[in-house]
């Protein structure tokens, strides 16, 4: 078996695979998902197994106790790697809650889209960065324990507005986007889904309203709960909280700035 | 000692955050989430297993400075029943009525809030997280969000 062993964010894994090329293959995309935020580690460490069999034409992986059967091809096989990586670190991650939400910055705030895949977050997002916003992830918000929230600034992935099934990653250069390098405290929570022709009206949520809504989110919850639910929580009660469908992102995007604006900026001057 | 019919509020299996209007649960038995407004989270408390309900309205009443009656404080009780989040044994005031049918009976014009405990499962798996949902088989390989399959999209759903 050929091995790589990495950590990162405190978690411990293992690569192996009975073919040299794929299991660096496997590292290369661990490097690039994880965005080079991992360093080697001695296999004997690893608390965590990604396995890659070939079987005859065909591969087959493994994570942890996971068999998820035969892919019909290599490419297939690697892209679901990548995803299941990130969920994988995700999940076991140390003193870190991450959260499926797109994030931007604006004026040192963190502004969170707490969403599902398929949800239009990261269109949203794009759109919010080309308008200035700073740009921190389209799919994770990721919080310390003191309820701050890091960058996870990966590529952004859009549908192609003419093939829905098309999605590719945009360098995050494309943007002309600046990522903060330090932790944000989170200004606002936004619930948010794209409807056609739906209007931006917010309406508030409370805060415990706001963390029950973020749990199935929350990829530790289940793994460590308690600090899940004390994170969440402690982000809440320093955020704005509101929920409401929007129409196209080219438009709702100036209207979600011009409420952040003056829900958390200008509701503190005096 | 814990009457039976004097209701105990849970502890064991449960991650709680108290915040001043609300207090969130998480149930590691059920992974189970909860939101009680302040209301039930005011009733949840007084839940000490020696406390009767009678007890429970008057605590109620001295914090909110508000008259409150039993069924307000019953329609709470039941409510944390239903959710796992009173020991075993208590008596449900309102079985087999609906929470409409029930607040119909206790009235609008209640004084303190009506108490509400808002629930949401936790996905089963990691995987779970997020959708399954697809438009080709592309999609399943991208996003392994609690799918069965990471090659075929069957009616709008990564499965077999």
Known sequence: MNRFAFESYGVKVLIASDSPEIAAEVFEIAKRTLLGRLVPIGPESAEHFVTVKVIGDAVNLTVDDEDYGVADSLETLLKFVDARIRLLVGEFAVDRVFLHAGVVAIRGKAVLFPAESFHGKSTLVAELVRRGAEYMSDEYAVFDPEGMVHSYPRPISLRSRTDPADYRSYPIENFSAKVPAERLPVGAILFTQYRKSARWRPTSLTAGEAVIRMIPGALPIRVNPKLTLGVLNLAAQSAIIAQSLRGDALISSQKIIDFVDKSIFQATII | ?160
């Not at chain 2, 209701?7 to 989430?33: C, F, H, T, W």
């Not at chain 2, 409150?68 to 709470?76: E, F, K, P, S």
């Not at chain 2, 997020?130 to 799918?147: E, L």
Request: net charge negative; charged share 20%.
């Open chain 2, 1 to 160: 000692m814990h009457n039976s019919r004097n209701p105990l509020a849970r502890k064991n299996g449960l991650v709680i955050q108290e915040n001043p209007d609300e207090v969130l649960v998480y149930d590691m038995n059920s992974n189970k989430a909860h939101c009680l407004n302040e209301t039930s989270a005011l009733v949840w408390r007084s839940c000490n297993g020696s406390n009767s309900v009678s007890d429970i309205v008057r605590e109620l009443e001295a914090n909110s400075g508000k008259p409150v009656t039993d069924d307000i404080v019953w329609l709470a009780i039941d409510q944390l029943n239903d959710n796992g989040l009173l020991e075993e044994g208590t008596t449900k005031r309102f079985a087999g009525q609906s929470r409409r049918d029930v607040i119909k009976k206790i009235g609008l014009a209640s004084m303190v809030a009506l108490p509400v405990v808002a629930s949401l499962v936790a996905p089963s798996s990691v995987l779970a997280v997020g959708s399954c949902a697809c438009t080709a088989p592309g999609n399943c390989a991208t996003v392994p969000a609690g799918c069965t399959s990471m090659v075929n999209c069957n009616m709008g759903t990564c499965a077999p």
